[in-house]
């Protein structure tokens, strides 16, 4: 199973450098997870207890409306990040729901052995610092994109930051993600590709 810690080791060799026996210890507080496309990691009023990173795959959160309308917070990939935080590192239960867009393979990292890590790795103490900063920063652009760009050019800018969408979510899913209907998605493909 060592190879499903290969997008693990190079997401911390981006930020920190770690020893052999850092590494080590770090391999050795995640848990292998594989799932199949549609399974729920986690469901709105569960505690989200562990956070997750995709070695393989692709997952996604929402939330639902009265109407059962579902609403895109966000995707993971390949070499993601994944969790509620607020539940995480409150307790509290979640309104939010995790479900496996692909079938995949994830590491597992509850709030026990994220400490250790945090404790005994000041390495990995600043790769989880530079996550939660990246995660802000891409939350609050988030943000910033849903009130103040057109359907277009929210478009345009899902398809530059993130190609990756339009191969790996389904069309529905990404009218959702950028707050628009279908048919308005639909409309804005059209009028992009031509």
């Known amino acids: 199973m060592a190879y499903m ?7 911390l060799q981006q930020h920190i450098t770690l020893t052999d026996e850092e590494w080590d210890l770090c391999k050795h507080n995640f848990r292998p997870k594989r799932m199949l496309k549609r399974q ?8 989200c207890r562990e956070l997750v990173f995709v070695e393989k795959g692709a997952l996604y959160s929402y939330t639902l409306d009265l109407s059962g309308n579902k609403h895109v917070i966000r995707f993971a990939f390949d070499g993601w990040w994944m969790a509620n935080l607020h539940s995480f590192f409150t307790g509290e239960p979640t309104r939010l729901n995790i479900e496996v867009l692909e ?6 990292l509850d709030k026990k052995n994220h400490q250790i890590l945090l404790e005994k790795i000041p390495a990995y103490e600043r790769y989880h610092r530079i996550i939660l900063q990246n995660a802000y920063v891409a939350l609050q ?11 277009e050019e929210k478009y345009e800018r899902l398809i530059q930051e993130s190609p990756a969408f339009l191969n790996r979510v389904p069309q529905n899913l990404i009218a959702s993600y950028i707050g628009v209907s279908p048919e308005t998605l639909s409309r804005v493909r059209g009028n992009y590709n031509r």
Request: zero cysteines; charged letters at 30%.
């Open 141 to 151: 652009r988030r943000v910033e994109n849903a009130l103040g760009l057109t359907a």
């Open 103 to 108: 079938d995949s393979e994830l590491l597992m």
């Open 5 to 11: 810690y290969e997008q693990l080791k190079r997401s």
């Open 40 to 47: 729920f990691l986690l469901q709105e009023g569960d505690v």
